[in-house]
């Protein structure tokens, strides 16, 4: 456990590089006062011994950010945070918010910022409460306001943009089931593309449910073709800005899946530089 602990802590100080000057005034920020709060507690940049991963997943619907958000996760032992999972959360709570949310999700649109800020806060104020520092956050920021926001109120070390080309991300999105009892994510889309005129082929392997789980599979709401293209074209007015925003503070990682879990995962690690140090967390365990 000791092992893990020091290992988790100079790997957290090794992650942070120097960033380019901000060009950003969080002055120019609105950002409600608690969501500022929520991230007051991130030690500043040059304490570097106590400061961990702050890093964003963007990427279309069904590229795989909840799949390698949480494999990161686990891997470094800091929060995953998908802002469609407190969505949905909200949703299944049947809440104050969550009959004006399902129309909205249904519908393959974006939650209003402000709402969204407040579910986010929310988990942060919680995750403080646990003593956890860092974040892997998914699906967030999905505009350029909520992206000035969060640049306003704490130092995302990177950015890492998930691509795959958009008849796969259909098929992907499509293919999605989630068993109902235990909550694990699978996928039955069987991807199988030839190489043709000079572009690769892609291959990528359903990830079947075990046995148990298969009588309890649901379906996402919002995973239907007509809204899945819906939200391809939101993302790509709304969220693909913001690829270019954290480019130009020289924080965006551009990852080009290779293909599916097993081509990527390890590609993915090798960019992060973090190949040897699964090897290393798996040892200490
Ligand atoms: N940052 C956000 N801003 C606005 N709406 C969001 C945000 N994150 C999630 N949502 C809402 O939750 C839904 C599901 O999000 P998510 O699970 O991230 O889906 P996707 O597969 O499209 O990436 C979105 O279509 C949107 O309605």
Redesign the pocket.
Known sequence: MAAITRLRLAKCASFVSPLPPRTFSSSQVNAPPHFAASFRRVPPLDNLSKRCVQWVFL????VG??TYASRLSNLLAVPHI???????DELASSGPLSSQ?SE??KQ??????EI?ISLLSKRLAAEEAKGELGFIL??????IK?AEILEGVTDIDLVINLKLREDVLLEK?LGRRICNQCGGNFNVASIDIKAENGSPGMVMAPLLPPANCISKLITRS?DTEAVVKE?LRI?REMTQPVEEFYRSRGKLLEFNLPGGIPESWPKLLQVLNLDDYEDKRSAAA
């Open positions: 990427g279309c619907p069904g950010k909840g998908a802002t469609g999972d407190l969505v949905r949310l909205i999700v393959g649109q974006l939650v209003s910022d969204i998914d699906g967030f920021p999905r505009t909520q999105c919002d939200r993302y």
